[in-house]
């Protein structure tokens, strides 16, 4: 099994910064995708962000210039970095990552429990 655990969310003034990470552990063979997606009330999940195991990455226009994805292979954590937040960026924060596990070889694709991220104006 593999288990992701967040941490980072919370309360800040527009224009501040938070740090996301995501820590996935277990039985795992290989990471390929690590993604960041949001979601609020009444709205479908969002991706955010996205960085393959390549280190290429993707971000929805909406954050582009102000996030920034990376992730530490050795760790199998991935960050967000949230820069010049804005109100419109509250939301609850998912990590999702994809990958195989190390005992069967299978492909998983796990998400984090959330953790929320109030931007206040």
């Known amino acids: 099994q593999v288990q992701l655990v967040e941490s980072g969310g919370g309360l800040v003034q527009a224009g501040g910064s938070l740090r996301l990470s995501c820590a996935a552990s277990g039985s795992i063979f290989s990471i390929n995708a690590m993604n960041w997606y949001r979601q609020t009330p009444g709205n479908k999940r969002e991706l955010v962000a996205a960085v393959t195991s390549g280190g290429s990455t993707n971000y929805a226009d909406s954050v582009k210039g102000r996030f920034t994805i990376s992730r530490d292979n050795a760790k199998n954590t991935v960050y967000l970095q949230m820069n010049n937040l804005k109100p419109e960026d509250t939301a609850v924060y998912y990590c999702?990552?994809?990958?195989?596990?190390?005992?069967?070889?299978?492909?998983?694709?796990?998400w984090g429990q959330g953790t929320q991220v109030t931007v206040a104006s």
């Open positions: 999702n990552i994809r990958g195989f596990d190390s005992r069967w070889r299978r492909p998983f694709d796990n």
